[in-house]
């Protein structure tokens, strides 16, 4: 059940599986007698540098998947030098994550239907020294999981003889779970309000950016958008940086995978906006490609908590160096040393390869825009 809510999507999970497709059929230049020792991992992003040009993306209940996955979480991104986006959703409070992950702590904002429970959300933020607010804005209405229906997995959640099975087939997962104590969702808890999942969050509108933009004094990221238009008034709204993101395929089925509209919006917000992407990413390479084709820093989702489910703190650690390692190799394949050298130029030209799959020729043409920065 709990690797269903992670690796499940929304409809027939075809966006899902588009994201990471289209990032396959993009191809890196290989070069050759560049220099390229000392290769360097730091990124500079919202006015601070961090130790690697990937952080962690915002999702809810992750000690689901395992017990102590925000700790472990947490202790990994102070080690690291990167961000941990906290959702609104976590099984810790954002008091206690602030306590946990220090200044490597965002913070993530779902608004429902009461503002002034998400004002609160953000008041508590702020007095918790955040410095950073990821408002997400793709999810108005949480969209059918299929696979989550099948498993009859809800939040607040609903024990029944099909989860009995699921857990006793599970006594490893289940008996640590118990004994740290089922997980809630947090924020909600400590505000004494009940977490719904299904809950509309489909009341907010450019003027409530506007209203946030005027309350929240630090650094505003607005995530999940994939519309250019809607990019370039988010960014002339006063946020600091565009979150391109299709939600990993998990809400709109039809939606194109998300790398098509990074160059498109990187085209559409000029070279000097920050962008922030996610949404298919499962490789060191696949970074490399989101970052030539526009982003400045990129988010991993699901495949951190792959790694927490299997094999805990550990697992975590092993995955990030390993991505970390091959960000370095594939820097060296194409001649780069650093991550703000990274550009439409690394690209190979995308129309000389053979279609890797069957998606539509016309997807990878946004593609091409890409040397734009
Ligand atoms: C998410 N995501 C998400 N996003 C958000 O803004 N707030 C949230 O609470 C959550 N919760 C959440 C839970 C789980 C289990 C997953 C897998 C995802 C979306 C997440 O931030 C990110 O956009 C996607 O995970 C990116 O896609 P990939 O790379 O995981 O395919």
């Not at 408002?135 to 024990?159: A, E, H, W, Y």
């Not at 857990?167 to 947090?186: D, E, K, N, Q, R």
């Not at 009940?194 to 509309?200: H, I, M, T, V, Y």
């Not at 089925?253 to 990413?281: H, K, M, Y």
Request: charged letters at 25%; a negative charge.
């Amino acid at each position: 059940m709990m690797f269903d809510f992670v690796d499940g999507s929304t409809g027939d999970e075809i966006a899902a599986g588009l994201n990471t497709s289209a990032l396959d059929q993009i191809k890196l230049q290989p070069r050759v007698l560049e220099n390229v020792e000392g290769r360097r991992l730091e990124t500079d992003l919202l006015g601070e540098t961090f130790g690697l040009p990937f952080g962690i993306a915002p999702m809810g209940m992750c000690n689901l998947v395992w017990p102590g996955a925000d700790a472990a979480l947490a202790a990994e991104v102070q080690q690291r030098g990167i961000p941990l986006c906290a959702s609104s959703a976590a099984s810790t409070s954002l008091e206690d994550m602030a306590a946990l992950a220090g200044e490597r702590a965002w913070f993530q904002l779902y608004v429902g239907q009461s503002r002034e429970a998400a004002f609160n959300l953000v008041d508590r933020a702020a007095a918790a020294g955040y410095r950073v607010l990821v408002l997400t804005v793709d999810t108005p209405q949480i969209s059918r999981r299929i696979r989550d229906l099948k498993n009859g997995f809800k939040v607040p959640f609903r024990m029944g003889p099909r989860q009995v099975l699921d857990f006793a087939l599970h006594p490893h997962w289940s008996l640590s779970t118990l004994f740290a104590g089922p997980p809630m969702p947090m924020n909600f808890e400590t505000a004494g309000r009940e977490f719904e999942r299904g809950e509309s969050r489909g009341g907010i509108d450019w003027t409530f950016l506007d209203l946030l933009r005027a309350r929240w004094t630090g650094r505003l990221v607005v995530k999940g958008v994939m519309a250019a238009d809607d990019a370039v008034r988010i960014r002339d709204a006063g946020a600091d940086a565009v979150y391109v993101s299709n939600h990993g395929g998990r809400q709109l089925d039809s939606a194109p995978p998300a790398i098509q509209a990074l160059p498109q919006i990187r085209t559409a917000v000029g070279p000097d906006f920050p962008l922030l992407f996610d949404s298919g990413l499962r490789s060191g390479e696949d970074i490399v490609k989101a970052l030539a084709l526009g982003a400045d820093f990129v988010m991993l989702g699901r495949p951190i908590l792959y790694a927490i489910g299997a094999a805990g703190a550990p697992g975590l650690a092993r995955l990030i160096d390993c991505i970390a390692d091959d960000i370095g190799v594939a820097m060296a394949q194409i001649g780069r040393r650093a991550i703000a050298d990274i550009d439409g130029t690394v690209l190979a030209d995308p129309a000389d390869e053979p279609a890797q799959t069957d998606l539509e020729p016309e997807v990878l043409v946004p593609l091409k825009k890409a040397d734009n920065r």
